[in-house]
């Protein structure tokens, strides 16, 4: 099985993603996503298969989201993609695409799911 991980190295649950991937045998490309970006629509993509808003692909919890004031309900999903793109910190993490889906992989237990 091949398997895609939007990664950031220093988060614990992103490494235990990771973890559960290899131990599942699968044939993981790591996307250090800080240093290489997903482009708008490949970010649109993967929520979309995922079944989710970008809103709830938002790092809601950093500080730049709030100063951007990307939390608030007005934000459009293409401010919100746009923003992601331009600082990709405020991509929650890991996001995780496999023949069988694409999730959000918070707790990592989730990346069972498309295993």
Same mark, same amino acid.
Do not use: F
């Given at each position: 099985?091949?398997?895609?991980?939007?990664?950031?190295?220093?988060?614990?649950?992103?490494?235990?993603?990771? !973890?559960?991937?290899?131990?599942?045998?699968?044939?993981?490309?790591?996307?250090?996503?800080?240093?290489?970006?997903?482009?708008?629509?490949?970010?649109?993509?993967?929520?979309?298969?995922?079944?989710?808003?970008?809103?709830?692909?938002?790092?809601?919890?950093?500080?730049?989201?709030?100063?951007? !004031?990307?939390?608030?309900?007005?934000?459009?999903?293409?401010?919100?993609? !746009?923003?992601?793109?331009?600082?990709?910190?405020?991509?929650?993490?890991?996001?995780?695409?496999?023949?069988?889906?694409?999730?959000?992989?918070?707790?990592?237990?989730?990346?069972?799911?498309?295993?």
């Amino acid at each position: 099985m091949k398997a895609t991980i939007y990664h950031n190295p220093a988060c614990g649950t992103s490494r235990k993603t990771l !973890d559960i991937l290899r131990e599942a045998g699968a044939e993981v490309e790591v996307i250090e996503y800080l240093k290489q970006p997903p482009a708008k629509e490949e970010l649109r993509r993967l929520y979309a298969r995922a079944g989710i808003w970008p809103r709830e692909g938002l790092r809601a919890k950093e500080a730049l989201a709030r100063d951007l !004031d990307m939390v608030s309900v007005r934000v459009s999903d293409d401010a919100i993609l !746009d923003a992601m793109v331009a600082d990709p910190i405020l991509i929650e993490r890991p996001l995780v695409e496999t023949d069988k889906g694409v999730v959000l992989a918070r707790p990592q237990d989730r990346v069972r799911e498309i295993l």
